[in-house]
């Protein structure tokens, strides 16, 4: 049972757009930043989005991020088959100095 | 260019111990917080463990408090991660990975760990 919230699985068509929630509490979403990765089977997660909104260089602008209260968001849009992976978001719990994350999200492209 | 790479994962009995490695290059690794991470087969990601630049703080999950302990070289620009009274559930891939702007912006490519039941 994961700390943070994600839907199992989420999917649309090429093109499409997708959201992707990440809910938690007021001690970890409430009380910082919170980043987003991607991960393809097989190969090690990578950072998509940090400090809530932000992109590293080389992330494509389809990939966005947002956090209201203890909730954040991330959307793709332009949806493409290579972005079917699994995407987890992360925060940390200031009150416990614990890192905590998503279950996980799988997005299929139908 | 940031690389981590794991090292000293396999196979260990039931209550045995395994040391891993991260060796680090293309920052300065001395001034950032590092993190293990794992995943267990087809499982989600979890957090183990995180130390401070300078090794005086470090935290942990609770299910790993008391039988790990990490710890770091920086004059060898290494992470470890000291992995004692291992059980099956201890199995997964162990990540390395640089903190930075509260999150974790660069990973190794793992190392497994396989602790039989």
């Known amino acids: 049972q994961s700390v943070l919230t994600q839907p199992p699985s989420v999917s649309a068509a090429p093109g499409q757009k997708v959201t992707i929630s990440c809910s938690g509490s007021?001690?970890?979403?409430?009380?910082?930043?919170v980043s987003w990765y991607q991960q393809f089977p097989g190969t090690a997660p990578k950072l998509l989005i940090y400090?809530?909104?932000k992109r590293p260089s080389g992330i494509p602008d389809r990939f966005s991020g947002s956090k209201s209260g203890t909730s954040a968001t991330l959307g793709i849009t332009g949806l493409q088959t290579g972005d079917e992976a699994d995407y987890y978001c992360?925060?940390?719990?200031?009150?416990?100095?614990?890192?905590?994350f998503g279950g996980g999200t799988k997005v299929t492209v139908l | 260019e940031v690389q981590l790479v794991e090292s000293g994962g396999g196979l260990v009995q039931p209550g045995g111990s395994l040391r891993l490695c991260c060796a680090a290059s293309g920052f300065s690794f001395s001034n950032f917080w590092m993190h293990w991470v794992r995943q267990a087969p087809g499982k989600g990601l979890e957090w183990v463990a995180n130390?401070?630049?300078?090794?005086?703080?470090?935290y942990y999950v609770d299910s790993v408090q008391g039988r790990f302990t990490i710890s770091r070289d920086n004059a060898k620009n290494s992470l470890y991660l000291q992995m004692n009274s291992l059980t099956a559930e201890d199995t997964a891939i162990y990540y390395c990975a640089k903190d930075s702007n509260w999150s974790l912006d660069s990973w190794g490519q793992g190392t497994l760990v396989t602790v039989p039941s």
């Open positions: 007021s001690s970890n979403i409430g009380n910082n930043y």
């Open positions: 130390i401070e630049g300078d090794g005086r703080r470090m």
């Open positions: 400090e809530n909104n």
């Open positions: 992360i925060t940390c719990d200031r009150s416990l100095n614990v890192w905590v």
